[in-house]
């Protein structure tokens, strides 16, 4: 599948909930759809933060949220911190290939 | 504790050959598939393609296919990434990661700067 697309930049107040799409998620017929939602700061290597569309790993806040709709993934983060400033990247492979596209990235400004 | 521990940056100048590793400790090497993954200065993440170790099947991407050469060595843990002639637009930070079957990274080396430039 070709790159998947994401906003290149996000901005929101603590506390408030902000919402980062990626768009041109494509599946084998009848199969599941994976995608994955990593953070990175600067100078670190990225983390998965959701995993299996909506999965969180063992240690992510609660605040961090991942869904599907049709062909677009998201993710959404509730109640906003400073901490949540960083890039995030969105991926995906198709249920028959372990061939893995990236979104280009999104860069999250905490107001 | 898993770990991936990544060989460490590299100044190199075009047309210059070019190895780099990434030691895996922490769980049996054999059984997960290794990617590589490309970052150039101030852009975003790329899939450059992965090693199962256990059998040394590779698959690449499309974007890098021919342009480097993914191995393994399970006698020691280790993959590996390789470039027969360097461009300076090989310029990156490269990462190794485990990924998992539904295509996630769940464990990163440090990364490892590649610096390109005559």
């Known amino acids: 599948q070709s790159a998947l697309t994401q906003p290149a930049s996000v901005s929101g107040s603590p506390g408030q909930s902000i919402t980062i799409s990626c768009t041109g998620i494509?599946?084998?017929?009848?199969?599941?759809?994976?995608v994955s939602w990593y953070q990175q700061y600067p100078g670190n290597a990225p983390k998965v933060i959701i995993f299996?569309?909506?999965v969180r790993p063992s240690g992510v806040s609660k605040r961090y949220s991942g869904s599907m709709s049709g062909n677009t993934a998201s993710l959404t983060i509730s109640g906003l911190q400073a901490e949540d400033e960083a890039d995030y990247y969105c991926s995906s492979c198709t249920h028959s290939s372990t061939l893995v596209v990236f979104g280009g990235g999104t860069k999250l400004t905490v107001l | 504790e898993v770990q991936l521990v990544q060989s460490g940056a590299e100044v190199k100048k075009p047309g210059e050959s070019l190895k780099i590793s990434c030691k895996v400790s922490g769980y049996n090497f054999a059984d997960y598939l290794i990617a590589w993954v490309r970052q150039m200065p101030g852009k975003g993440l790329e899939w450059m393609g992965i090693?199962?170790?256990?059998?040394?099947?590779?698959t690449y991407s499309p974007s890098f296919q021919g342009q480097v050469t993914i191995s393994a060595d399970k006698t020691i843990n280790t993959a590996y990434l390789q470039w027969t002639s360097l461009k300076a637009s090989d310029t990156a930070i490269y990462y190794c990661?485990?990924?998992?079957?539904?295509?996630?990274?769940?464990?990163w080396g440090q990364g490892a700067l590649v610096t390109v430039s005559s």
């Open positions: 494509t599946s084998d017929i009848g199969a599941d759809k994976f």
């Open positions: 990661a485990r990924q998992g079957s539904t295509g996630n990274f769940d464990y």
């Open positions: 090693i199962f170790p256990g059998d040394s099947d590779t």
């Open positions: 299996d569309v909506r």
